[in-house]
Each structure stands twice: as C-alpha cells, then as structure tokens.
C-alpha cells in the first residue's frame, strides 16, 4: 500500500518537472494535464472521489482547452528567435531536478524530524458534502458568484480576441 | 516508518517548490501561469491529505472543489490579459512590460 501511494507521488510529480522544463509550450500544457491525471488517483486514493472527478474534469480538461487556445492565438517563434532562446531557457531551468532531488532527500532523511510532531485528531464527520457546500456557508456564494462571472467575462474576451485575430 | 501523511505531505512540498521556481525563472506569461497551476495542485493535496488525517474529509473536499472554482477563474481572467498583452506589445516575454517603469 505504501508503494502504492509512492509509485501516485511519482505520478505527480514527474509530470510536474516536465511541465516547467519542457521548452515547448504546448508540451508543458500536456504534462501538466498528466500532472492533474497523477493527482487525481492520489485523491482517489484518499478517499476524495467528488474532489477527484473536479479536477479531472476541470482542472485537467476545462484549464487543458483554454491553455491550448491561448497558445494557439499567440504568435509562433521564428527558427532564429527559437535557436537563440533554446540555450537560454535550458540554461534556467537546468537546475530545477538537482533542487528537487536536494529538497526531496533532505525531506525523506529528516522526515520523522519535519512531520513526526504532526499529529492529527480524528473526528467525527456527520455532514455531508452538499450540506457542508449549502447550508454551512452564507455570504460568501455571493463572492463566488461574482468570480463565477468574472471567468464567464474572461473566457469572452479570451474568444473575441481570437476571432478579431482572424 | 513513513506514514502515508509524510509522503502526501512531501509531494506538497515538491510541488510547491517547482511552481514557485517556474513562477521565479520563466520568462514567459504562459509558463509563468503554468507555475502558478502546479502550485494551486499541491495545495489542493495538502487540503485533501490534511482532511483524510484529520477524518474531516466532506469538509476538505467541499473546500477544494470550492479552490478548483477559483483556480479556474483566475487561469482564465489571467490569460485573456496575456493575450491582450500579446495583442499590444506582440511578445509574451515579461522583461518587455516596461511601461510602467520610472
């Protein structure tokens, strides 16, 4: 089981590298869509299914489309402009496994240290999802109506700009 | 003995980690929005792992799904100024907003 779990933390975060090293753009998006598929079995796997079918269906399909329409309206680099920006990009982005490889090793030797004094009281849960999504919460909706309708606005001007383009 | 709550946790600091280096080194708008996605996923973990340790996981999930609403948003009022500013300054690299520059 705990190799299991280790074998879902790989899933998530190969994907994850790739996403920041990868040059081209539209591979990065690609890879981040693998990281969103990675971790949606990890909340799967901890018993967070509805938060698992959201981000599958929006975090890796709804942000997928609209990363991939917002490359596809912008200008594409010309052959010299990508040579030159090649060395350039991998030069930065180079030493992000050696950081990560660093971060992870000190986090996994000084694990009992770092998380040993989390410790967690298990409760009780007796509301639901739905409850806790519409009866525990007030004012608030409001807010996220308002967001909700910031997007819609976003995703409009994001279209006009396409076609006008066109 | 590695708890289940340890690599969870782990895996939430490596993601922020690389979102927060992605969002420092690049130089593109895009790529910028990329590292602010990556970090968005390992806070949606930390939620999640901390409901699952805690037994309260309606409410970590009711919050998430709440965050994954947001994100959304955000990504997508992000990019249509990044195509706005494509549209205007016909580049996506950072270093070119000057405008405001003193």
Known sequence: MELHISILVFLFIIPAILAAICRDLLRSVIALLFCSLGLTFL?????????????????????????INAISLTRPLSAEENLARRKDHYRRFIGLPFIIIIIAALLWFN?????GNLIFKKTAE???????????RG?????QIVILLVGVYGIVVLFKRGRSND | MTNYFGIDFMAVILIICIGLYTLVMAKNLIRMLIGFELMTKGVTLAFISAGNANGRIALSQSLVI????????????????VMLIQHKKNSLNVRSLTNLKG
Do not use: C, H, K, R
């Open chain 1, 43 to 67: 909340l799967f796997n901890l018993n967070a299914p509805l938060a698992g079918v959201f981000e599958l269906s929006v975090g890796a399909g709804l942000i997928s489309v609209l990363f």
């Open chain 1, 111 to 115: 694990q009992q240290q770092i998380f």
């Open chain 1, 126 to 136: 007796n509301a639901t999802i739905g409850q806790i999504l519409w009866g525990l």
């Open chain 1, 139 to 143: 004012l608030d909706l409001i807010g």
């Open chain 2, 66 to 81: 709440t965050m994954i609403v947001v994100e959304v948003v955000s990504i997508a009022t992000a990019l249509a100024i």
